[in-house]
């Protein structure tokens, strides 16, 4: 399985980007997927997260009301819109994916595949 994540780049403080990841190769039907980040010198940590349906959302509590994630099931394709950013948002995002959502979704190590990442740097 691979996970090939795109969109990142820099944008300055109060805009948006939209990252999106697909999933490809012995990839199972429409699994969970997710995003985590790892701000410069800081450990990873959960950002969002979508159940295989499409319809159960989890993030952390920084983002809520200012990402949002979505799934498209038939291309197997996860995004995170980043609307409103802020300078703490810089870091590498990792899309993420397991054959069910895992519990809880901000283990890292439940998730079973994982993305290169792509850099997004936010600049006040």
């Known amino acids: 399985v691979q996970l090939q994540a795109s969109g990142g780049g820099s944008v300055q403080a109060g805009g948006s980007l939209r990252l999106s990841c697909a999933a490809s190769g012995r990839i199972f039907v429409s699994p969970a997927m997710g995003w985590f980040r790892q701000p410069p010198g800081k450990a990873r940590e959960f950002v969002a997260a979508v159940s295989r349906s499409g319809d159960n959302t989890i993030y952390t509590d920084s983002v809520k009301g200012r990402f949002t994630i979505s799934k498209d099931s038939a291309k197997n394709t996860v995004y995170l819109q980043m609307n409103n950013v802020e300078p703490e948002d810089t870091a590498v995002y990792y899309c993420?994916?397991?054959?069910?959502?895992?519990?809880?979704?901000?283990?890292?190590?439940?998730?079973?595949?994982w993305g290169r990442g792509t850099l997004v740097t936010v600049s006040s």
């Open positions: 993420v994916a397991d054959p069910n959502l895992p519990k809880p979704p901000g283990w890292s190590k439940a998730w079973d595949y």
